[in-house]
């Protein structure tokens, strides 16, 4: 020390250093408090949320078909299998819908010629194939992020009044768009209806 009470050079630096050394020790006790105890990130409790909202929509909705309408009534079955979650075709009086968009209008029974390949004697309805496409390359992406195999498979309901020719014309027609197991909606009713008096 001086004779006049100034800190010399090097006791200057030195306490100097002193200072910083104490700042930086202060900040990282500072920086441990927060990670320690600190509040949860909003982007890790938002993806917390998303995952438990897709499981919850994935797992607890109703039923994956759904066989509603005035026009539209399914055929009775004592079948025990559950319904699964595949792309759907609904064939109703007026009209057919993949997943529940409309892809064709019906009526008496018969696509318009205008909306198939070929004209009155064409298979394939051309509406309903570009639907179909696009749910099919819907699906495999859904698929691929579940991390789960596609299955070219579909589920028709059909009303039970549809004619043959309409149903051959919508099989084939899912058949050109890649889709080649079908399944059939059916009602499930108790056994006892089917069995004899």
Known sequence: MADNGAFSEAEQQFL???RERAKRKEKRLK?????????VNINSLMDIMVIILVFLL??????????VGEDLKAPDSSTQLTPEDMTTITISQKVILVNNKKAAD???????????????DGMVIQPLFDELTEAIK??????????????????????QTTP??????????????E???????????DRKTFLPK
């Not at 920086?31 to 509040?39: C, I, W």
């Not at 498979?153 to 009303?159: G, K, M, Q």
């Open 164 to 177: 043959f020719r309409l149903l051959t014309e919508v099989m084939y027609t899912a058949g050109q768009a």
């Open 58 to 67: 994935k797992n607890y909705g109703d039923e994956p078909i759904k066989v």
């Open 138 to 159: 819907r699906k495999k992406r859904e698929m691929k992020l579940l991390g789960q195999p596609y299955e070219p498979t579909a589920t028709i309901i059909s009303d």
């Open 16 to 18: 100097a250093e002193q």
């Open 31 to 39: 920086k441990r408090a927060v990670d320690d105890g600190g509040p």
């Open 179 to 189: 889709l080649n197991q079908f399944k059939f909606a059916v009602v499930k009713t």
């Open 106 to 120: 019906v009526k008496n029974g018969a696509v318009d010629k205008s909306q198939k390949r070929g004209g009155v």
